[in-house]
């Protein structure tokens, strides 16, 4: 069974960059998919960013071109990497992993705690 913890996220003037950190803990024999969501007040958890185990990526079309996932297999640990903020960037950002315990026989879905991330104009 694993844990995902988040950070990275804080207030950041429009244009700027953050880094989103979301490492999984705990006795974990795989990691498949990882990628991010964020959530608005109001809103749905949109899908932000997906990596596979073999790296392939898939974004958001709000994302595309200023957003850029990426994972350290050796730490379990996926990060995004957001650059150009708007303020429409503006929200609750959560990781996800896919991940297979010691003790289970098929992947399951894990979820980090949520980070803020807030853009200012």
């Known amino acids: 069974q694993g844990q995902l913890v988040e950070s990275g996220g804080g207030l950041v003037q429009a244009g700027g960059s953050l880094r989103l950190s979301c490492a999984a803990s705990?006795?974990?024999?795989?990691?498949?998919?990882m990628g991010w969501y964020r959530q608005t007040p109001g809103k749905q958890r949109d899908l932000v960013a997906v990596i596979s185990s073999g790296g392939s990526t898939t974004y958001q079309d709000s994302g595309k071109g200023r957003f850029t996932i990426s994972r350290d297999n050796a730490k379990n640990t996926v990060y995004l990497q957001m650059t150009a903020l708007k303020p429409e960037d503006t929200a609750v950002y959560y990781c996800?992993?896919?991940?297979?315990?010691?003790?289970?026989?098929?992947?399951?879905?894990?979820w980090g705690q949520g980070t803020q991330v807030t853009v200012s104009s």
């Open positions: 996800f992993a896919d991940l297979r315990g010691t003790y289970d026989s098929r992947f399951r879905r894990s």
């Open positions: 705990g006795r974990i024999v795989s990691v498949n998919d």
